[in-house]
């Protein structure tokens, strides 16, 4: 029985660590639920022991099995129930944004909306850069963002 509970918890953990690689956010999703179901059962089968129920009054014959074990089962349970159902949600609100699970197609997303972050600061300098020199004086904050750009060397 030990060797069977033993060579589950390996598959389930195995089969989450390799969908965790994955580069669709779907599968990292039903990975880490597959590595938490795999940590239950290696709690339960941890602390497995035979005997009566639990349950008071306990009977002056054999042993009792462990409520300790269970308890702590059934906390992880919903401990990963809801950061499944938080990944779950984060998902989908990625989906609803970029049109995309695919996280090579995120991390390029990412890049295109940095860079165009620094197109459009660099061109608030190069304009406020224009009003001054036109006008020969700078607001405090047309200096403020100046001098922000000068200290960080400018366009890199």
């Known amino acids: 029985m030990t060797l069977i509970l033993s060579l589950a918890v390996a598959v389930l953990f195995g089969s989450g660590a390799y969908l965790m690689l994955k580069a669709d956010l779907i599968r990292v999703v039903v990975g880490m639920v597959l590595i938490s179901n795999a940590a ?18 306990l009977s002056a ?49 990412e890049e295109r909306e940095e860079a165009a972050i620094e197109q459009d600061a660099a061109d608030e300098r190069a304009a406020i850069a224009e009003r001054a020199a036109a006008d020969g004086q700078a607001t405090a904050d047309e200096r403020r963002v100046l001098a922000g750009a000068a200290n960080r060397g400018g366009d890199r």
């Open 61 to 109: 014959e054999g042993t009792v099995a462990d409520p300790l074990v269970q308890a702590m089962t059934l906390t992880a349970i919903v401990i990963s129930f809801g950061v499944s159902a938080l990944l779950l949600s984060l998902v989908y609100r990625v989906y609803t944004s970029h049109l995309s699970l695919d996280l090579d197609d995120l991390a390029a997303a």
């Open 40 to 57: 239950n059962l290696f709690i339960m089968s941890a602390g497995l022991t035979t005997g009566a129920a639990p349950i008071h009054p």
